[in-house]
């Protein structure tokens, strides 16, 4: 079995460099993917309130941890905080709620899934939400602000529902504007970080601040093709662009792997996400080998300033 490091997080807690992402796991074959990725040396799951997977991710370790094939304390479990859980009383009940979905009592990181505020909407009345209060097309932005959020996700961490926290899809300023309030700083940063977008000053912040980055989307438009983006239909494929085949090629390991190694190698974590279990298991693999710095800047110098993952196509103008 693969053995992925960790990297030791600013609060002291310990994390697996590779994990798997748990977007668009269907519901039917979560539990199987999440116990089969356990079995393959997965010990890191990326989950969220909005992938509306959380019970069957559960129920997967739960199988993994009856048939002794791993312990709680060996797992590393992510959630994300949905926009309409923003207000500070909301914060711990639906932390609560997406536990008892998981069958455990804390999470390993959980995240402030994007920094904006949507009106609530009860578990009751739909769940997860989405994007829209009507659960069609209306747009109601919440009141709360990212520092009472934020103070709320402190209070996760005092109380153990979560030994870490940290942020998601938070620009510069977003981060900058953090510091002046953060009593706990974000342990890690989850950004869509691929050679088409990568963000390299973004990255340098966090660094100085000794926030790790957790890479999402590394394939690039892969993921947001079965989305049906256009720009990512348009957008030539990664996988089979020359310069990450050469060095596939040249290290005898796949384009996936090598844009993978591209990440970890510059410090970052990674969280692919496949159905099928021999990229599951070439997923996992992929800081037993390292690419020249040539190929990395190559690689680097891919960077066309091209996001994917913009909440503008559902009519929240966060990046504009
Ligand atoms: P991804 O970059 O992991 O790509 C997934 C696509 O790549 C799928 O089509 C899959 O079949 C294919 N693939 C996976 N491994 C492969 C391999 N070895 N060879 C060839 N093809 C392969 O995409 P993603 O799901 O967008 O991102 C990964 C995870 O990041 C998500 O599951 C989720 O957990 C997280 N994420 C977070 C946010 C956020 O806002 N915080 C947004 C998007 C994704």
């Not at 394939?219 to 310069?243: N, Q, R």
Request: aromatic residues 10%; glycine residues 6%.
């Amino acid at each position: 079995m693969v053995n992925v490091p960790n990297i030791e997080l600013n609060d002291g807690n310990k994390m697996p460099v590779v994990g798997f992402g748990l977007w668009k796991v269907s519901n039917d074959t979560c539990a199987e993917q999440v116990y089969n990725a356990i079995k393959t040396g997965y010990r890191l799951f990326d989950g969220a309130c909005d992938y509306g997977n959380e019970v069957e991710c559960g129920q997967g370790v739960a199988r993994a941890i009856k048939e002794g094939i791993v312990k709680r304390e060996e797992l590393f479990l992510v959630s994300k905080l949905w926009n309409s859980f923003h207000d500070a009383d909301q914060v711990e009940p639906i932390t609560k709620k997406q536990l008892a979905d998981w069958g455990i009592d804390y999470f390993d990181l959980y995240l402030i899934h994007f920094p904006i505020s949507l009106e609530y909407v009860s578990p009751e009345t739909r769940y997860p939400p989405g994007w829209y209060y009507d659960g069609e097309s209306e747009v109601r932005h919440g009141k709360t602000s990212l520092e009472s959020t934020w103070k709320a996700m402190e209070g996760l961490k005092k109380s153990g529902l979560a030994k870490s926290i940290g942020v998601s899809n938070y620009s510069g300023a977003l981060l900058l504007d953090m510091f002046t309030y953060a009593e706990i700083k974000p342990a890690t940063l989850q950004i869509e970080h691929h050679p088409y977008f990568v963000q390299p000053n973004l990255i340098k912040l966090a660094e100085q601040h000794k926030i790790a980055v957790t890479a999402y989307s590394s394939f690039g438009p892969l993921s947001f093709i079965e989305c049906d983006m256009k720009v990512a239909e348009d957008t030539p494929t990664l996988l089979e662009h020359d310069i990450i085949k050469k060095a596939a090629e040249k290290h005898g390991k796949t384009p996936a792997q090598v844009l993978l190694r591209w990440a970890t190698q510059r410090g970052l974590s990674v969280i692919p996400k496949s159905n099928s279990p021999k990229r599951l298991a070439e997923n996992l693999d992929v800081t037993s080998f390292d690419l020249t710095s040539d190929e990395i800047s190559q690689i680097s110098d891919l960077d066309r300033g091209l996001k994917f993952n913009v909440p503008t196509n559902y009519g929240i103008p966060i990046y504009v």
